[in-house]
């Protein structure tokens, strides 16, 4: 089955560490996408990559980072520097023919 | 910069009627897509329903139909035959035709959208 996979779907860390969050595709898309979701802000854009080895800030990417090494892989690293980390993050992939998004079912995030 | 407009933050509607949720967007291009996407309670997105600008027609998927107004700016989602599952999240996206390396969508805010027995 092709498909977006987001592990693990709950996550816990400690005030001041780093935490990987992993999204991977085998959908053969292009492009990747990282949002950030909180309650009455609806998805905001924070890293996307229209080809390996390169990718872009979005709206909010202070705080986070990201890589783009492969072309089913896109890691989204949320550093100590994200003032307020504890939100629900989606992954997206995107096909360049159909032009529409296909989404992971997400990570919460939650810092302690 | 493109916007993209949701006037209404909840909206509740009745088993097997009809509701219609709106969606306003401001962009200078010609030549873009829109979407709507359900997110349910289990918070996995869903590509509902797609339109191309350059199509007049509206696009219609089974009870999901839109109202394309491009001079007005406005894409409307009608949904029939309201049923339980239908209850969720839906946002309304923008994205331009010929953004080369800067394919992104450009979301609305969400219609919480209750369905009630």
């Known amino acids: 089955d092709g498909g977006i996979t987001q592990s693990p779907k709950y996550l816990f860390r400690k005030e001041g560490q780093n935490v990987t969050l992993s999204c991977e595709q085998n959908l053969n898309h292009d492009a990747m996408y990282w949002y950030r979701q909180d309650p009455g802000q609806g998805l905001r854009l924070i890293y996307y990559s229209q080809i390996v080895n390169d990718f872009q800030k979005g709206d909010i990417a202070e705080g986070y980072s990201v890589s783009r090494e492969k072309k089913e892989s896109f890691p989204l690293t949320v550093t100590s520097a994200q003032k307020n980390p504890t939100a629900f993050y989606l992954c997206?992939?995107?096909?360049?023919?159909?032009?529409?998004?296909?989404f992971g079912p997400g990570t919460r995030l939650t810092v302690l | 910069a493109q916007t993209v407009t949701q006037s209404q933050p909840e909206m509740s509607v009745q088993e097997a009627e009809t509701v219609t949720l709106s969606c306003t967007y401001d962009t200078s291009e010609n030549n873009y897509y829109l979407f709507w996407y359900k997110q349910p309670p289990s918070r996995q997105m869903i590509l509902v329903i797609r339109?191309?600008?350059?199509k007049q027609q509206n696009a219609t998927e089974n009870r999901f139909s839109v109202n394309f107004q491009k001079a007005a700016k406005s894409f409307s989602l009608k949904i029939s035959d309201s049923q339980l599952g239908d209850t969720a999240m839906y946002f309304c996206a923008f994205m331009r035709t010929n953004a080369g390396n800067n394919r992104k969508l450009i979301w609305g805010l969400g219609t919480s959208l209750a369905v009630n027995p």
């Open positions: 997206a992939s995107m096909s360049g023919g159909l032009n529409e998004q296909f």
């Open positions: 339109q191309e600008a350059y």
